[in-house]
């Protein structure tokens, strides 16, 4: 069986990216295919609460932080000098670590010709785990305090699945992060609004993917509202818009009540099947 890895993102929140990456693993799942859904927005996961389970067996996600041996340093600042973080402060020739700013690339361990650098792994996050419906679900959490989630994301992206579908719901935005999700997958969805916020967003989105190489569509949510500039911009940028969801009561209703699109209307299970099988005969014809 082949494996398709499929991003969905958006230039900001609150535009339905969750609520198609929920319904898109359910869909398939639903069709006897094997899915995986990582939910890689680290920081507000929230897919589970739609999938109404809870994730369990927390495995840690950690990254190597440096230690000084004072009794080996000589103070001369070349770890100071190679970070490019400004992790490492050099007081009274000691150098003077603040971890929260590590980004665990040891680059100051290998210039200390001492050796008086050791690096110790700390926890920043855990990815965690469940199964329901046919599908498979994994999700980062990072750790309360800790300000990178991108060593989360990226211990979520070596998870993904060896074969069939692996759906990211990728966070919200065009930083590090939704670039950890997104990069190197087969294609992205980026999910708008047809609203003056929602074309400007979409914009910063379309040149991510653009930047990273992506190919990508995107998915109009509350289709209807009015606002055509989204359209516009997509017709003459040549962006194929592949799916509409409409403003809907009774869909914005359901979905407050926690459920998804398949429980709103269960002829979107065929529309996103079908959605997900075009979108791999392109990237795998």
């Known amino acids: 069986m082949s494996r398709t890895t499929i991003a969905v993102a958006s230039g900001k929140g609150g535009t339905g990216k969750t609520t198609l990456s929920v319904a898109l693993a359910l869909a398939l799942a639903k069709r006897g295919e094997k899915v995986r859904l990582i939910d890689a927005d680290a920081e507000e996961p929230n897919d589970h609460l ?8 927390p495995q840690e996600v950690t990254i190597p932080v440096p230690f000084v041996d004072e009794d080996r340093c000589k103070g001369h600042g070349r770890c100071r000098e190679v970070c490019r973080f400004n992790a490492i402060a050099i007081m009274d020739s000691k150098p003077l670590i603040f971890p929260e700013l590590c980004h665990g690339c040891g680059a100051c361990s290998l210039a200390c010709p001492e050796k008086a650098i050791e ?6 996050g855990w990815l965690e785990t469940a199964e329901t419906r046919g599908v498979d679900f994994i999700q980062g959490r990072l750790k309360i305090g800790e300000p990178m989630v991108v060593p989360v994301i990226a211990a979520l992206r070596e998870r993904e699945a060896d074969e069939g579908w692996t759906i990211i719901d990728a966070p919200p935005g065009t930083s590090c992060p ?18 003056p916020f929602g074309l400007n967003d979409l914009e910063l989105a379309v040149g991510m993917a653009r930047a990273l ?3 990508f569509s995107v998915i109009v949510n509350r289709a209807g509202l009015g606002e055509r500039g989204v359209y516009e911009f997509c ?24 459920g998804t699109l398949l429980d709103a209307d269960e002829a979107w299970e065929a529309k996103l099947v079908e959605l997900a099988h075009n979108t791999a005969k392109e990237v795998r014809p």
Do not use: C, M, N, W
């Open 235 to 258: 017709e003459r940028e040549g962006i194929e818009i592949v799916l509409e969801i409409p403003f809907d009561k009774h869909i914005a209703a359901t979905y407050a009540r926690g």
């Open 213 to 215: 190489g992506l190919t």
């Open 50 to 57: 739609f999938l109404d389970i809870e994730p369990q067996d």
């Open 178 to 195: 939704v670039i950890e999700s997104s990069k190197g997958t087969d294609h992205l969805f980026l999910v708008t609004e047809p609203t």
């Open 119 to 124: 690096e110790k792994p700390k926890v920043v």
